[in-house]
């Protein structure tokens, strides 16, 4: 909103919060989104017609035109006394969904098309823009280059096959090979194989880092699985810088960077809007994010991890024990009690992690890490992926993956292959921790969950 000082002229528009009828003077708050503060409008009587003052409702958009003046009431150091008022687009105001009673964040949900209009999320995506400039901020300054990664693809870069499929067959008649067994026919479909929205960028950002070396992607991604929890997206950012000539080492360092450059940034330009989710949302959310941005993150192998957590004493939801994933409750006790730091945790065994991670010498651990902070747990992982090519092609019989599919992936260790390295950041998990949001679906425009595709 306008921020000029008192005895400017000025026009303003935007969409009207509340108004307030006082004798002789009409009070109108306006926002046009960009900045949590709203506007105030003075309207004397009779400076308008009456016919438009009706009209002048919550919701309606209307352009404002007078004087920005020194304001003596609360909220606000100045005001604009208003010549001229003009309702651009009327808003009935016993059908809008927006009154100025609060609403909760399930309600506004329902009305997705409406609530980036509300205090909160309007925000939460002005952090959210902050951020996605931050993440390019960053790695431009460092000479990564942007990679679009490919949305379509026929590659499962995790393993797990929770892939959207996607065809132009028809889906109740597809052609069918008689000498495959009556199988559908693939060759038929658009790209004469089976092809899927992509889980990850990380495979194509690994053919660029060994021509570019530093480079990195932001892209969507998707996700088939049926899993319906404050936590999950079927499509969701994500941020995937890879770097060739790079160890478990250098990777950490990256990422550690990365994190407190992020909240740092959110932190400097955002403020109003953290202050306000600090006050509804979250009351510890301004102190743990200086927490983090000031820290030195504490270093340690998944094995000792696990060895604090056994002698901890406590009753675990989901016992501890070595060769197991670390859950939520186990990261947040290293990094809340034990460090009061983010974590990073390295050398994971390999049979919980991806095909693509490097070996270790013991033949039982990859070169793995997860980047554990305070308040949520993982938030970045990451490794040092697998160049030897003798070692890859066997980690890909292991895991059952058809080595045709990989066929390129496999080049790139034949031919100039290096050590490199790289993570992975959720962008709507970081946008979780760095506004205190307890539920996915409130950070991102527009949430795809299972039965769930407004828009």
């Known amino acids: 909103m306008l921020a000029l000082p008192p005895g400017t002229k000025a026009t303003a528009h935007g969409w009207i919060k509340t108004r307030r009828d006082s004798k002789g003077v009409h009070f109108i708050q306006i926002n046009d989104g960009s900045s949590f503060p709203d506007l105030q409008i003075v309207l004397e009587a009779g400076k308008t017609v009456e ?112 892939m959207f499929q996607v065809t132009t067959l028809d889906v109740a008649n597809p052609p069918r090979s008689p000498e495959n067994g009556g199988r559908i026919d693939y060759t038929k479909d658009f790209f004469s194989k089976p092809a899927y929205l992509t889980v990850s960028g990380q495979l194509e950002a690994e053919i660029f880092a060994l021509a570019f070396t530093n480079v990195y992607t932001f892209g969507p991604t998707f996700r088939a699985e049926n899993s319906n929890t404050p936590r999950h997206l079927a499509e969701f950012w994500m941020i995937e810088p890879e770097m060739a000539f790079c160890d478990l080492e250098g990777n950490q360092q990256l990422a550690e960077e990365f994190l407190k450059y992020l909240i740092s940034y959110v932190m400097e330009h955002c403020r109003p809007d953290l202050e306000f989710f600090n006050q509804r949302y979250e009351p510890s959310l301004l102190a743990t994010l200086e927490n983090v941005a000031g820290s030195e993150f504490a270093r340690l192998p998944y094995t000792q991890a696990v060895e604090i957590l056994e002698k901890s004493g406590r009753q675990w939801e989901f016992p501890v024990s070595w060769g197991s994933d670390l859950q939520s409750e186990h990261e947040r006790y290293l990094t809340e009690e034990i460090f009061k730091r983010p974590v990073i945790v390295t050398d994971y065994p390999a049979r919980i992690k991806a095909f693509y991670m490097r070996s270790n010498d013991d033949g039982k651990t990859v070169r793995a890490m997860d980047v554990l902070a305070p308040g949520i747990g993982e938030i970045i992982g990451g490794s040092q992926r697998e160049e030897r090519l003798d070692v890859l092609l066997e980690k890909l019989r292991e895991h059952r993956l058809p080595e045709e599919n990989y066929w390129w992936y496999l080049d790139l260790r034949r031919f100039g292959g290096v050590p490199h390295s790289g993570f992975g950041l959720g962008f709507e998990r970081m946008m979780m921790y760095v506004t205190g949001m307890k539920n996915i679906r409130d950070v991102i425009p527009f949430p795809r969950t299972p039965g769930h595709a407004e828009f």
């Open 51 to 162: 016919e438009t003052l009706a009209k002048a409702t919550t919701g309606a958009a209307v352009r404002v035109s007078g004087e920005m003046v020194e304001s003596p009431g609360k909220g606000q150091a100045v005001e604009l006394r208003a010549e001229t008022l003009e309702v651009i687009g009327a808003s009935p105001p016993e059908t809008y969904p927006l009154q100025k009673k609060r609403h909760n964040l399930e309600t506004l949900r329902e009305f997705g098309h409406f609530r980036p209009r509300s205090n909160t999320f309007g925000a939460v995506f002005r952090v959210r823009n902050a951020l996605a400039y931050a993440i390019h901020k960053f790695f431009q300054e460092r000479g990564f280059l942007y990679v679009h990664a490919p949305i379509l693809t026929t590659s499962d870069a995790e393993g797990a096959g929770a």
